[in-house]
């Protein structure tokens, strides 16, 4: 059958009005956390003494290590894919190269990274602290660009959305809930 669509299909820039607080959001969503889900398992109290923890970096009790990267989730028929700034973490070892090159070129390194599914949208408020782990790889950059997480093929959700893009429905609806979670 002959396609409808004879000339290459136009892309959008994402907006929606926002069933949550009304106002219209333009843009592709670009939602970061600051700060790794395992850092609110810590009291408050022992934080200062058991977490190091910088704008790309997140050491707890010496023994678990994240590192801040971006995964980039395309939309389909949108010119800008849906942006997440989230912590994977990453073997002492990887960690540490990490931190001794973190002003250098990284293009061509590849760390595994776990991904703790903490993102609005992607995981059950109600189930908190029993995150959803998914397998990575944490792609270099050059410098001043944090790493990229690649999910590794698997049957979550946010793997299906990475690899087949979302539809403007479900971009809407979790970027919603990110928004204003
Ligand atoms: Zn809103």
Redesign the pocket.
Known sequence: MESVYRFPKITHVFEFR??????V?KGSPSIGYAKPAHYYSVPEAERAHRVLLTSDTCAIDNDTYFVRGVMEVPIRGVDAPFTWGIWVSLSHDNFQRYLHTFHEDQTGTVNFGWLPVTMRGYFDPTRARTWDMLATDVVGRGPGNRPLIVPHKCNHPLYRDYAQGMDWDRAVDI??RA??G
């Not at 926002?18 to 106002?23: A, N, Y």
């Open positions: 926002c069933r949550t607080c009304g106002e959001h970027a919603e928004l204003h």
